[in-house]
Structures are given as C-alpha cells and as structure tokens.
C-alpha cells in the first residue's frame, strides 16, 4: 500500500485511464468520482472499480473518448445522451447546466441515455445541493433483484440519491441502494478473497451465501423485501423507461468486460426552492435538523462520510500498489 494525496491519487488515476484510451477530460472526470468515493469510504465505488473499468475500456465496452451531448426538448428537460461512454463526463454536464435551468423554471429533468455505472450517486446531488437546489438521482443498473416470490433477477440494485442544501452547513445527502448492501462491497469481497455476511445475497439456487462470487451469480436481497423490489421496480420505469435505455435485465454487467455497452439511465431531478411559492426552506431545514440532532445518539445522514473525507483531504488515502500498476 502507499499513501497518496487526493491530488496525486487523481492525477496517478486519471494517467491510467488516458493510458488506456480515454480522453483527459473523460479520464479526469471518472477519477474525480473513484477517488472521492474512496475518501468518502465507499470503496465499492472507488479505486477497486479501476481494473473493472480498465477492462471495459480496453474492450470497447466504454467509449473513453465519447463527449456527452444536452438538448433541450422541454424547458424544463435537460436530455443527454452519455454516448456509450463514463457516466461521470455526463453527469458533470448535466451538474454544470442544470443549475440555472432550475433558477428558471423552478423544477428541471435531467434523463441521460446511453450511460453506464455512476458510481457514489450521492457526490452528484451533493454538488447541485451545494448550489441552492434540492436535487434527486435515480439509477438503474445490470439486474441483481429478483421480483418479490422469484428467482430470475429483473431490477438492478438500483441506487437512489437525495441531496438538500442546510444553510451555514454541508448539505444533508442521502444515497441507497435498494438491495440490503450495494453491490460495490460483494466486488471488492470477491477481488480481496473475503466473505460477506449472510442475509446480504442469495447463490444462483436462490440459497442464502456469503461467498462473494456466488453472490454475484445470483441475486441480492432487496431491502425491506417486498417494499425494496417495489421501489426497485419505479427505479425500472424512472431511469430506463422513461429515459429510454436498456432495463436492468438487457444491461451487460459493470463488473467485466464481456457483451456490449450496458446501455443503463439515470435521471436527476433539480428543483429551486424559492420556486415554491415561499422563502421558508431555509427555516424549515434548520428547524428540521435541530429536531434530529437534539437527541442522544442520532446524526444526520452523511456526517460519516463527511468525517472520513476531512481526514482523506488532511491525511490522503491508502492506494494498492496494484491499482496503480494495472
């Protein structure tokens, strides 16, 4: 292991990744978004992603040189199409524009096509909620969930991400998936040889495992049962069907470099609160918050990450040596 500022695990990122085809802006990008997660402790969706994408690149699986393209069909719709490329280029553009359509038109959608894994969905709200704005992210994903009472995985894990500005602090994020545990974590278990806890997986026999690997040949748990393959299922509808991209079950894995592009959506919505007819949210938040932290043993969502990621910047991170020697 070594010891890299988060600048220098960016640029020693962002180097292999243009190494391997990618643009700079596009091997910029998805390094912002790796290490971020990484500082954040949500190593699923970190530098253990890095030889998955590699691989997907190389194979033709991801466009490292795709530029995502915005129009505007609606005023109040940003679509973009990701190209078959990183879906962080394409979420930053829709992060750069998005902003001031919201000021406009109070509320704005963001569909994008064609796109892929999107990593910790949480940074991206976070960074439309340090702007003023309420902000959601829906995300669908290769199937993982199968519908309550089967067996054959239909929905992805399907993350969901909220973020909300509270004045004079850090925005309140909130980011899920909707199986018990991400799929991140199994990924990094099989690469390290470890075992996951039981009650996070079902093998392909629909058996309960804590083999990483046959984790990933079957099907995750949702969360709360029945209630999680529900909302795994508007996910479906939110970011595929209505965005128009592949559903869970057509999308190649994120986690190889076999078939073609995944083809999987997201969609973020933005909405401007003082379009809501008032100037109390800031108030409202306060008040809420107050409510939460004035008792014993609670916190609001994200402080966790928010503490580990002050100590990534002041003290860096731990990188594998062989991340970096892919």
């Known amino acids: 292991m070594m010891r890299l500022s988060l ?3 960016e640029g020693a990122v962002s180097a292999l990744f243009v190494a391997a ?12 978004a790796l290490v971020m ?6 190593k699923g969706h970190g530098l253990s992603r890095v030889p998955t994408y590699l691989a997907m690149l190389k194979a033709g699986k991801i466009d490292g040189q795709a530029v995502p393209i915005a129009r505007r069909p609606r005023p109040g719709v940003l679509a973009i199409d990701a190209g078959h490329g990183f879906a962080y280029p394409a979420i930053d553009l829709a992060v750069s524009e998005l902003p001031a359509i919201a000021r406009e038109q109070g509320v704005v959608a963001a569909p994008i096509r064609r796109s892929n894994h999107c990593g910790a969905a949480g940074l991206h709200v ?5 702007q003023g704005l309420v902000a959601l992210l829906f995300a669908n994903t290769p199937a993982a969930i199968a519908p ?3 067996a054959k995985p239909v929905f992805g894990t399907n993350p969901i991400a909220f973020a909300a500005p509270l004045a004079g602090r850090e ?4 980011d899920m998936a909707l199986s018990k545990v991400a799929r991140g974590p199994i990924v990094a278990a099989r690469q390290k040889g470890e075992a996951i806890p039981e009650g996070w997986a079902l093998d392909p026999s629909g058996k309960p495992t804590t083999d990483a690997g046959a984790a990933l040949a079957g099907t995750m748990v949702p969360l ?4 999680g393959a529900t909302l795994a299922m508007m996910v479906e509808i939110l970011a595929a069907a209505l965005v128009g991209t592949h559903f869970a079950f057509q999308a190649s894995s994120f986690i190889d470099d076999k078939g073609g592009p995944p083809d999987t959506g997201q969609l973020i919505l933005a909405i401007d609160p003082s379009s809501m007819g008032g100037h ?4 409202r938040m306060r008040m809420l918050a107050h409510a939460i932290e004035d008792q014993g043993g609670t916190r609001l969502p994200g402080v966790r990450r928010l503490n580990l990621r002050a100590k990534a910047k002041a003290e860096g991170i731990e990188v594998a040596e062989e991340i970096l020697a892919v």
């Open 7 to 9: 600048s220098e695990a």
């Open 21 to 32: 085809g990618a643009s700079p802006a596009n091997a910029a990008s998805v390094a912002w």
């Open 37 to 42: 997660a990484e500082a954040d402790g949500l």
């Open 126 to 130: 976070e960074r439309l909620a340090e």
């Open 148 to 150: 309550w009472g089967g």
């Open 171 to 174: 925005p309140v994020v909130i």
């Open 224 to 227: 709360g049962d029945a209630k």
């Open 280 to 283: 109390w949210f800031d108030e």
